[in-house]
């Protein structure tokens, strides 16, 4: 096990590299130049010049690449050419809304796709198990914009149950307004990685209806309901833990899209903002942090999947 751990280490160290470059490498193709939008449209060449010069702009890319992935190795992510804070400082305060609106979707995805998943297996020839079956198909279909659009205008138009938009300016200093702000967004990131999920949950428990253990505990005198439950859901439990590292991911880019729609102060309303200002160094800080969390978060899952499941050990 500590073997197989500090080789998946290893990989994620390699992993975190080569996104660096890529990160750094991609934003470098991004057409306009941050000096131009600070010099204003009536500048001349040499203020420009002169911009590029002090944002360090004009060395070569092996140079600036060093010097910022040498600050991350400090911990030091660079500081923002648009407000003059540190990149750091800015993610840990956006991530205030970030980090519960995902944590607050990845609990609606499970509790609502795995019993439902799980139903719609056990009841595959009854019209209730082919219906779960159809709606999750093409709730997975849906656009996360237009599923939020229509949460927005059912529950907080409608009904006037919940804001349609905006965060509370007190934070979570006043926490029931923030999590009334997030209970929306969460559902609509929820309900369609969830809709994925529950097809896996389906597709797996269908699998361990056909195991030989499953049929050996049904022969031995329990339901096949009962052999399913009691045999075969702990091995669903293990492909679902698998699954959820690519769930996290889901939620990560649906978080971006729905903090631009219910207009959340969160990371990923920044991110978009900042490309938008080619504010390099904070949009390479924000894509690092990211990048590193769903890495980070896989490392976990394998390591975790391998310490339950006796048959990873045993490979």
């Known amino acids: 096990m500590i073997r197989y751990a500090l080789t998946r280490l290893a990989l ?4 975190l590299v080569v996104a660096s470059v890529l ?10 130049d941050i000096a131009t939008l600070i010099a204003g449209t009536n500048s001349t060449h040499a203020q420009i010049a002169a911009i590029r010069a002090q944002l360090g702009l004009d060395e070569p890319l092996f140079g600036q690449f060093a010097d910022w992935i040498g600050g991350v190795a400090r911990g030091d992510l660079g500081t923002s050419l648009r407000t003059g804070s540190t990149v750091a400082s800015e993610i840990a305060d956006k991530a205030q809304v970030t980090v519960p609106l995902g944590i607050l979707a990845l ?5 609502f796709s795995v019993p439902l998943g799980v139903l719609s297996a056990m009841r595959r020839s009854r019209p209730d198990g082919t219906a779960l079956s159809v709606g999750a198909q ?3 279909a849906v656009p996360v914009v237009w599923a939020g659009m229509m949460l927005v205008v059912v529950f907080a138009v409608w009904l006037g149950w919940l804001p349609a938009q905006g965060f509370p300016r007190t934070g979570w200093q006043t926490p029931w307004l923030a999590l009334r702000a997030l209970i929306l967004p969460a559902i609509t ?33 329990l339901t096949r309901n009962q052999a399913l439950v009691r045999h075969g859901l702990p091995s669903v439990g293990l492909s679902i833990i698998t699954v959820l590292g ?17 207009s959340l102060p969160g990371i990923g309303r920044m991110l978009v903002s900042d490309v938008a200002a080619r504010d390099l160094p904070k949009v390479q800080g924000e894509l690092l942090v990211l990048t590193s ?13 391998r310490l339950i499941d006796p048959r ?4």
């Open 138 to 140: 093409a709730l997975a």
């Open 23 to 32: 990160i750094f490498l991609a934003l470098r193709v991004l057409p306009g």
């Open 189 to 221: 990131i929820g309900i369609v990685e969830g809709a994925m999920l529950m097809r896996f949950v389906r597709s797996a428990t269908l699998q361990a209806v056909g195991q030989d253990y499953v049929r050996t505990a049904a022969a031995k005198g």
């Open 312 to 315: 990873q050990r045993e490979a």
């Open 107 to 111: 609990t609606v995805a499970i509790v």
């Open 246 to 262: 690519l769930q996290i991911a889901g939620i990560i880019v649906g978080a971006v899209i729905i903090e631009q729609l219910f």
């Open 12 to 15: 994620l160290v390699v992993g």
């Open 293 to 305: 969390f769903v890495l980070v978060v896989g490392f976990v899952v394998d390591l975790v999947h």
